[in-house]
């Protein structure tokens, strides 16, 4: 009796085991599919907090303040004062040229009415619109300089470009520097290319050069070329640095230079929080350094060092 029970119910009870085995496999896979990132999803941006009611205080080299919601600038040296646009484009005792065009930028937007929305990362205040106060060095710096020496050669190295990483004068664009030391760059030329790598590729809508000559201690013109995937970086023989202009990129790029030697500045327009990858191939030319008695140089020594 029992074995004939049995007999009669087993396709109904193997019918429902599928029926249940077949909803578990949904329900995982559904899981499974939404733990998996979207194609061209963005990522998730980090909190952002309101700005606190005194403001957030600015420091740079030689120059500490307070800017205020309210669009008003506090030199914590001088007083409070309510700084004009002539006074950015005049130049300020109190405020540096370089440090005068930053603010200028910040306080159009608190006068738009823009809200001040800040993160702090590694001593870094991030704006609603991704302008960043302060400077922090990329990790892959002193093992650059430890590793490679930074003697007259061919250097290459990989390194993850992290967006909250220094200040920049204009607004939608990220940087981060690499800086290299004067003894190998002193009287010599330089090149220097940046490719991209990794699956996720960072694009350069904001390049374009910032014109005005730069002294690099004898490393002479600077000029730049790229295409969507490569960036280079090549000094010429005048004897100062200038950043051209080619109108023809139709955005933004720097070149910040250091007392201790040239910060290359690499623009990324991403989500905040999103790193990008790029393999940087730098190569330092036995330039003649400036100042010889003849102002000239032998065309043996623009010969790339390796």
């Known amino acids: 009796m029992a074995g004939s029970l049995l007999s009669e119910d ?107 929305l800040y993160q702090e990362q590694n001593g870094t205040v991030r704006l609603q619109k991704r302008w960043v106060l302060g400077t922090v060095k990329h990790p ?35 940087i981060t520097h690499i800086r ?39 490393v002479s013109t600077l000029r730049v070329g790229m295409d969507r995937d490569l960036l280079r970086l090549d000094a010429g023989e005048n004897s100062a640095m200038r950043l051209l202009d080619d109108p023809g990129w139709g955005g933004k790029f720097s070149v910040h230079v250091n007392a201790s030697g040239p910060w290359f500045v690499q623009p990324v327009d991403q989500p905040v929080g999103e790193t990008c990858r790029w393999s940087i191939r730098l190569s330092l030319t036995d330039e003649t350094p400036v100042g010889r008695e003849d102002g000239k140089r032998p065309d043996n020594q623009n010969q790339e060092v390796r």
């Not at 290319?193 to 050069?209: D, I, K, N, S």
Request: with cysteine; charged share 20%; aromatic share 8%.
């Open 140 to 174: 892959r710096v002193a093992e650059c300089a430890v590793e490679y020496g930074l003697a007259p050669t061919t250097i290459s190295l990989d390194y993850v470009a992290t967006p909250l990483v220094a200040l920049t004068t204009h607004g939608n664009m990220f």
């Open 10 to 116: 087993l396709p109904a009870q193997v019918e429902q085991l599928a029926c249940r085995l077949g909803l578990i496999l949904a329900l995982l896979g559904l899981t499974m599919a939404r733990a998996q990132p979207v194609p061209g999803a963005e990522p998730t941006a980090p909190p952002w907090q309101p700005a606190p009611a005194d403001g957030y205080e600015y420091k740079s080299a030689g120059f500490v303040c307070r800017i205020l919601p309210d669009g008003r600038i506090q030199d914590l040296n001088a007083g409070e004062r309510r700084i004009a646009d002539e006074v950015y484009v005049r130049g300020d005792a109190a405020v540096p040229g370089a440090e005068a065009e930053r603010l200028l930028l910040l306080q159009r937007d608190l006068r738009e009415g823009a809200p001040l």
């Open 180 to 218: 290299l030391a004067e003894a190998a760059f002193a009287g010599r030329g330089f090149r220097a290319e940046y490719r991209r790598a990794g699956p996720r590729l960072c694009v350069f809508p904001f390049l374009q050069t910032k014109a005005g000559a730069l002294n690099l201690g004898g």
